[in-house]
């Protein structure tokens, strides 16, 4: 099994990576991060055979902790296809590969979508310290943003009123999955969220 120091630890590539970008100009590291995304794009087909398939999603996961990443994504869809199967079709349409890796420990949030690649990465922070019913409501709020369309994308008053359509599925999702406390937590984030629109309003 690696350890920390070993193969799989991602903090090699991210020190290599601070230090290559603090002598780069920004414009090569995002024409770099644009011709990255491209390449992954046109190679997607090699992930056939490759990375595990599950109701319909490439579920690519990597690190120390990879097969937990992968038994908790898998948990998350197979509560969406049995109590709630219109979010996991909003999904569906919208991404074709969840993924999970210890380099994408770095994200502030926990999950980051990739809309062009069809791609949506998720902090292994969160995925640990979910459980596989909270994990089915960060896939229903990105789900609602991804039906929403690019339009909700533009601006910053649309991204607002995505995501508090997404919260709002995710209330009603809440209240289709087992478990009640989860409807009460989901009712109290977009309560607060109201708050705080209206708090940015004022």
């Known amino acids: ?71 908790r994504l898998v948990a998350a869809l197979d509560l969406l296809d049995r109590y709630a199967p219109v979010y996991l079709r909003w999904l569906q349409r919208t991404f074709h590969i969840l993924f999970v890796d210890q380099v994408l420990r770095i994200m502030r949030d926990p999950v980051r979508p990739d809309y062009w690649v069809r791609m949506l990465g998720l902090n292994p922070y969160a995925v640990w310290h979910a459980s596989g019913e909270q994990l089915a409501r960060y896939l229903v709020v990105e789900a609602t943003r991804g039906r929403l369309g690019r339009r ?36 109290e984030r977009l309560r607060k969220f109201d708050e705080r629109c209206a708090i940015a309003a004022a």
Do not use: Q
């Open 1 to 71: 099994m690696p350890t920390d120091s070993g193969p799989a630890d991602p903090r090699k590539f991210w020190r290599l990576a601070y230090r290559i970008a603090r002598v780069t100009p920004s414009w090569v590291m995002s024409l770099c991060g644009l011709l990255a995304r491209l390449l992954f794009r046109v190679t997607r087909i090699t992930l056939r055979g490759r990375v595990p398939r599950h109701l319909g999603f490439y579920v690519w996961t990597g690190g120390i902790n990879a097969a937990l990443y992968e038994a």
């Open 152 to 187: 909700f994308r533009r601006t910053r008053a649309g991204r607002i009123r995505a995501s508090r359509r997404g919260l709002e599925e995710m209330v009603a999702c809440a209240r289709l999955l087992p478990g009640a406390p989860a409807l009460v937590e989901c009712e």
